[in-house]
């Protein structure tokens, strides 16, 4: 069911993007604010808030999809040889627009995108914090 956020508007072609790929159900268009040129969003054209509300299948063609287009942006300019693929899947998590969608974010040396900060663990919380979230999946 279509939503009135950006990328509907955009899968329903009501709203212009540059788009380097797209399937029957999936759409690769630029960033309109790039880290590096060739910044690339992969998004379905039906509507899913975010990764957990949405179908393997769909997932399935979004993830080959970015294998493919990311292959491409590497062959298609000199300077990169590396990507990030980066989902922010909530708001708290930095996601903007309520429809699924992930970054794939080509990467040259001196970009200026750098890694998040890693924090340790302390002693015996490593193991109390896997074996809640393996509870949950079991
Ligand atoms: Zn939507």
Same mark, same amino acid.
């Given at each position: 069911? @279509?939503?009135?956020?950006?990328?509907?508007?955009?899968?329903?072609?009501?709203?212009? !993007?540059?788009?380097?790929?797209?399937? =029957? #159900?999936?759409? !690769?268009?630029?960033?309109?604010?790039?880290?590096?040129?060739?910044? *690339?969003?992969?998004?379905?054209?039906?509507?899913? #808030?975010?990764?957990?509300?949405?179908?393997?299948?769909?997932?399935?063609?979004?993830?080959?999809?970015?294998?493919?287009? !990311?292959?491409?942006? *590497?062959?298609?300019?000199?300077?990169?040889?590396?990507? #990030?693929?980066?989902? $922010? $899947?909530?708001?708290?998590?930095?996601?903007?627009?309520?429809?699924?969608?992930?970054?794939? *974010? @080509?990467?040259?040396?001196?970009?200026?995108?750098?890694?998040?900060?890693? /924090?340790?663990?302390?002693?015996?919380?490593?193991? =109390?914090? !896997?074996?809640? *979230? /393996? #509870?949950?999946?079991?």
């Amino acid at each position: 069911m @279509p939503n009135d956020d950006l990328f509907c508007k955009i899968a329903a072609g009501e709203e212009s !993007a540059h788009k380097v790929y797209e399937s =029957e #159900n999936v759409i !690769a268009f630029l960033d309109i604010n790039p880290v590096n040129p060739g910044h *690339i969003l992969i998004t379905p054209k039906k509507h899913y #808030n975010d990764l957990l509300a949405a179908d393997d299948e769909i997932l399935q063609e979004m993830i080959l999809v970015t294998r493919k287009v !990311a292959a491409g942006i *590497i062959l298609a300019f000199d300077e990169y040889d590396a990507f #990030n693929l980066k989902l $922010n $899947n909530g708001r708290i998590a930095g996601q903007v627009i309520p429809h699924l969608h992930w970054h794939i *974010i @080509p990467r040259k040396s001196g970009d200026g995108l750098t890694q998040w900060p890693g /924090k340790q663990y302390g002693e015996g919380e490593a193991e =109390e914090v !896997a074996e809640k *979230i /393996k #509870n949950q999946l079991a």
